[in-house]
């Protein structure tokens, strides 16, 4: 599904290495997560896929299912399925959220050459993943994000994936700010969504996000490129003996 190569990265406004060679693929129904120290460029990988401005690649490739992403812009990358879930969710005043999700859902399908969807079957639709998120009418008639609380932006975020089903999923630290109950809710989104097609990059800090997203792959990133991969197990090494000695074994 994803096939990233000898990735380099830096910043479009300062001479600033970010991604110093970064080697990832995941297969199809694949679920990889990647922990890290800060500043070790986990985000700026998510960016980056995503076609976030800001960011020059300096060298490498980024294909998803065989295309080149570094062609093509962000809402292209999009169509082709690709979905950013943010770690700080933006608010857009003055948008509500169904004229958002109606708009992004049917903006894709006719970019794929796929019929939109009509008022009817686009409602009958957001009312079946809404109820599963436990998401009101009332927050989907609001403006988007506008006055949500941390989970319910998460949440909201979810609720955009499940109406876009893209085939690649990045979630980029989607805990953060999350209280148990909301982890454990934008948790059960996520692993409804798998299935065997559909694959899942997880960035996080944190062990316990791994606890109801169990991934097949957990990489450990420093210094702009991945420094180690093993399973799940990984993941509880970090959290109980913290990234030192897999620093300093990588060195």
Excluded at 7 to 17: A, F, R, S, Y
Excluded at 34 to 48: D, R
Excluded at 245 to 250: K, Y
């Amino acid at each position: 599904m994803l096939e990233i190569k000898n990735l380099h990265v830096k910043l479009e406004e300062e001479d600033k290495q970010i991604l110093k060679g970064v080697n990832l693929s995941i297969g199809k129904g694949e679920v990889h997560a990647i922990m890290g120290p800060n500043g070790s460029g986990k985000s700026t990988t998510s960016y980056v896929l995503a076609g976030r401005d800001g960011y020059v690649v300096t060298e490498g490739s980024i294909e998803v299912e065989g295309k080149d992403m570094l062609d093509l812009d962000p809402e292209e990358r999009a169509a082709a399925g690709v979905f950013l879930a943010f770690q700080y969710p933006v608010e857009i005043p003055g948008v509500g959220n169904m004229t958002f999700l109606r708009t992004a859902v049917n903006s894709q399908r006719k970019a794929r050459g796929e019929e939109e969807l009509s008022a009817g079957e686009f409602l009958k639709e957001v009312r079946i993943q809404a109820k599963a998120l436990k998401i009101d009418a009332e927050m989907l008639k609001r403006p988007v994000n506008v006055g949500f609380s941390g989970g319910e932006k998460k949440r909201n975020e979810i609720l955009q994936m499940a109406m876009l089903a893209p085939k690649l999923c990045v979630l980029d630290e989607t805990d953060s700010g999350l209280d148990v109950d909301a982890m454990k809710l934008v948790a059960e989104g996520v692993n409804a969504l798998r299935d065997g097609e559909r694959s899942f990059l997880v960035i996080t800090h944190y062990q316990r996000l791994l606890d109801h997203i169990i991934p097949d792959v957990v990489h450990i990133m420093s210094n702009g490129r991945i420094i180690k991969s093993g399973g799940p197990e990984l993941a509880l090494e970090v959290e109980n003996n913290g990234y030192a000695d897999l620093l300093e074994e990588a060195e």
